[in-house]
């Protein structure tokens, strides 16, 4: 997919980079990746990926902006208030990159629909605030055979990690699923959320960057994915830690038993 001759200047510290350049600038322009979350995560996210050139960013969200976002959610603005978070974020989009075309889908995606929406995407971000969502996401992942980027907060520590369970690793053996790392979700209640435990504002900018690194790189094609690898940061001390994680035969969407 050719560049325009703005897209050349805008681009240009992407394009003399080796791991990037012509090729890997065309690749990301020809991309369409889906966000789950205009939030603490996704804000960042989105426009970082707006930024490098993604050519197709649909953003998946159903709340509307409102006062206490805005500690975190730094897509969004005061005049944004009350506003759809997908069309605030499409707005801060177009300010940024008029090269890159925002879908944005204003409802909760569900296990009913998320196989249907995500096949129209080639690779999805997930940075959802729930359980039942990213359980939803991941499994439709592996359903539509979608890579997934997907990643969590907790009030000063974040985790980051790629699923691409549709393929296999070394050996043949099957990559891990999200249901490998974390087989079933918590009690309900167990895990307090952001509104009651509090989230420190700019780890949420620290992870969503992370994330968009993350994406990039898939879409490029360069360096190692974090997949089989739990990335945890650690804000209060500044520590990035990394926790091996494997295919697990007894999980239901690849495992041995598994039709």
């Given amino acids: 997919m050719a560049l325009a001759p703005e ?19 065309a690749r990301l322009k ?24 993604i050519g197709t960013i649909g953003i998946v969200d159903d709340d509307t902006v409102s006062l206490s976002n805005l500690q975190r959610q730094v897509i969004h603005g005061t005049p ?5 978070k997908v069309e605030s974020a499409a707005d801060a989009v177009a300010r940024l990159n008029p090269h890159v075309t925002v879908v944005p889908h204003p409802f909760r995606i569900t296990p009913d629909n998320a196989v249907d929406l995500i096949a129209g995407y080639d690779l999805v971000a997930d940075g959802s605030d729930n359980f ?6 991941s499994d439709a992942c592996f359903h539509a055979r979608r890579p997934l980027v997907t990643a969590a907060l907790g009030r000063f520590d974040g985790t980051l990690t ?22 079933n979700p918590p009690p309900p209640g167990s895990v307090p959320a952001c509104a009651e435990a509090g ?18 790189r898939a879409v490029a094609e360069f360096g190692e994915p974090l997949v089989g690898r739990l990335l945890m940061v650690d804000a209060r001390s ?7 994680y494997g295919w697990d035969p007894d999980n239901p969407l690849n495992g041995a038993s598994a039709e």
């Fill in 238 to 244: 500044m520590r990035f830690e990394t926790l091996s």
């Fill in 80 to 84: 944004d208030l009350g506003r759809p």
């Fill in 199 to 216: 989230v420190l504002g700019a780890l949420a900018g620290v992870m969503g960057s992370l994330m968009a690194m993350e994406v990039i």
């Fill in 162 to 183: 790629t699923i691409r369970a549709h393929e296999t690793g070394p050996g043949s053996t099957p990559n891990p699923t999200y249901r490998c790392l974390f087989p």
């Fill in 132 to 137: 039942a969502t990213r359980y939803a996401v």
């Fill in 7 to 25: 897209e050349i200047e805008r681009y240009a510290r992407h394009l003399v980079l080796a791991e990037v350049g012509g090729p890997g600038q």
């Fill in 30 to 53: 020809a991309a369409r990746v889906m966000v789950v979350g205009a939030g603490g995560l996704g804000a960042p996210l989105i426009q970082y990926l707006a930024a490098a050139g």
